[in-house]
Antibody, heavy 121, light 111 residues
Framework: EVQLVESGGGLVQPGRSLRLSCAAS????????MHWVRQAPGKGLEWVSG????????GYADSVKGRFTISRDNAKNSLYLQMNSLRAEDTALYYC??????????????WGQGTLVTVSS | QSALTQPPSASGSPGQSVTISCTGT?????????VSWYQQHPGKAPKLMIY???KRPSGVPDRFSGSKSGNTASLTVSGLQAEDEADYYC???????????FGTGTKVTVL
């Protein structure tokens, strides 16, 4: 059974940093690209960042480029998101999501339950 | 990276059909056959319903179908059931560097 379990969320002051983690199990982690998708309270989904299976291809939404860094450790079946210079508008539930096929661009077939990040003074 | 445009709401009676549109540009929806659709019930994670424009993952009822014409994709839910009441989001691949864009979301109500 595929499982994605996010952790690391919490309350943080504007301008500070936070690191999210996603522990994956139930599939061959290093075969698939992985992504972070967020959802602000009462709002829609926003793709944040994605990383290919071998970390050779990485992308970011314009809203987080230069502030967030995605990474993965295939030996630990884990995905990370380092978030720096956090802003109030980064407040959201952050989901870890798995690429559906071993081809980038298809979509996300498994999602975690999310970890809540609240940026407030 | 502008969000894809979806109608805010759609509705239908049980047994009827509802179609949701998703309009993008030639840089996303129109440029790739990589449109996906997600169903999200309140307080739950999104669920993949359609990928590659019209393919259904295992376990998704064939009442759900997808299509695309030019820069607009569509999701049709036939034979509406109470459990289909949810928010629906489209998404499209938008090029290299793993760029994705989501739609604005549509709330489907079963009357």
């Amino acid at each position: 059974e595929v499982q994605l379990v996010e952790s690391g969320g919490g309350l943080v002051q504007p301008g500070r940093s936070l690191r999210l983690s996603c522990a994956a199990s139930g599939f061959t982690f290093d075969d698939y690209a992985m992504h972070w998708v967020r959802q602000a309270p009462g709002k829609g989904l926003e793709w944040v960042s994605g990383i290919s299976w071998n970390s050779g291809s990485i992308g970011y939404a314009d809203s987080v480029k230069g502030r967030f860094t995605i990474s993965r450790d295939n030996a630990k079946n884990s995905l990370y998101l380092q978030m720096n210079s956090l802003r109030a508008e980064d407040t959201a539930l952050y989901y870890c999501a798995k690429e559906a096929l071993m081809v980038q661009g298809v979509g996300f077939d498994y999602w975690g339950q999310g970890t809540l990040v609240t940026v407030s003074s | 990276q502008s969000a894809l445009t979806q109608p805010p709401s759609a509705s239908g009676s049980p047994g009827q059909s509802v179609t949701i549109s998703c309009t993008g540009t030639s840089s996303d929806v129109g440029g790739y056959n990589y449109v996906s659709w997600y169903q999200q019930h309140p307080g739950k994670a999104p669920k993949l319903m359609i990928y590659e424009v019209s393919k259904r993952p295992s376990g998704v009822p064939d009442r759900f179908s997808g299509s695309k014409s030019g820069n607009t994709a569509s999701l049709t839910v036939s034979g509406l059931q109470a459990e289909d009441e949810a928010d629906y989001y489209c998404s499209s691949y938008a090029g290299s560097n793993n760029l994705y864009v989501f739609g604005t979301g549509t709330k489907v109500t079963v009357l």
